[in-house]
T-cell receptor, first 116, second 112 residues
């Protein structure tokens, strides 16, 4: 039973346009959410996070939106650049509960291709 | 700035062999963990440690052992390799917990 779902395995976007990556979760205990970016043959790198007390967090071209009632979050990249082409993983944690509940649960990832 | 260092980068084993994947971090992070990444499966937690001398199981611990004798090192041992353990393994560390993890570059393991 997947607790964190990324239903789109891939996404193709034109350079300069907006990329929207989606993530759904099922566990109501999750209170902290992250996005990681992964290039081939490298480890994932942290991109942006959001706590459940917020509904939006912005960092440069990257914005994460959280809709708690829908158990849905999305990552917006504006404008998209060819260097953004990578696999993006959504992850969630039940941080306030601590212990093993605090461990990150990852989605399966979405491969973003930004075409020049 | 080494960050999280994993060795080896590639390894081929025969079924039944044992080996240890090394992981070291130089950021004085308390939290360390091992994930495996399989096609279409995302990243799944194998074992984790919240500090030296403390380890616990993650989502997929069977067939793996860990120990944490120092803050810096967190080796992952495959006791008797099986083809199902063919995967890419990532070690990750965090300052106090699993939030905002720093990942190593991975070990690609094939078990024949």
């Amino acid at each position: 039973d997947q607790q964190v779902k990324q239903n789109s395995p891939s996404l193709s976007v034109q350079e300069g346009r907006i990329s929207i990556l989606n993530c759904d979760y099922t566990n109501s205990m999750f209170d902290y959410f992250l996005w990681y970016k992964k290039y081939p043959a490298e480890g994932p790198t942290f991109l942006i996070s959001i706590s459940s007390i917020k509904d939006k967090n912005e960092d440069g071209r990257f914005t994460v939106f959280l809709n708690k009632s829908a158990k849905h979050l999305s990552l917006h990249i504006v404008p998209s650049q060819p260097g953004d082409s990578a696999v993006y993983f959504c992850a969630a944690s039940a941080l306030k509960y601590g212990g093993s509940q605090g461990n990150l649960i990852f989605g399966k990832g979405t491969k973003l291709s930004v075409k020049p | 700035n080494a960050g999280v260092t994993q060795t080896p980068k590639f390894q081929v084993l025969k079924t039944g062999q044992s080996m240890t994947l090394q992981c070291a971090q130089d950021m004085n992070h308390e939290y360390m963990s091992w994930y495996r990444q399989d096609p279409g499966m995302g990243l799944r937690l194998i074992h984790y440690s919240v500090g030296a001398g403390i380890t616990d199981q993650g989502e997929v611990p069977n067939g793996y052992n860990v120990s944490r004798s120092t803050t810096e090192d967190f080796p992952l041992r495959l006791l008797s390799a099986a083809p199902s353990q063919t995967s890419v393994y990532f070690c990750a560390s965090g300052p106090t917990g699993p939030q905002k993890l720093f990942f190593g570059s991975g070990t690609q393991l094939s078990v024949l």
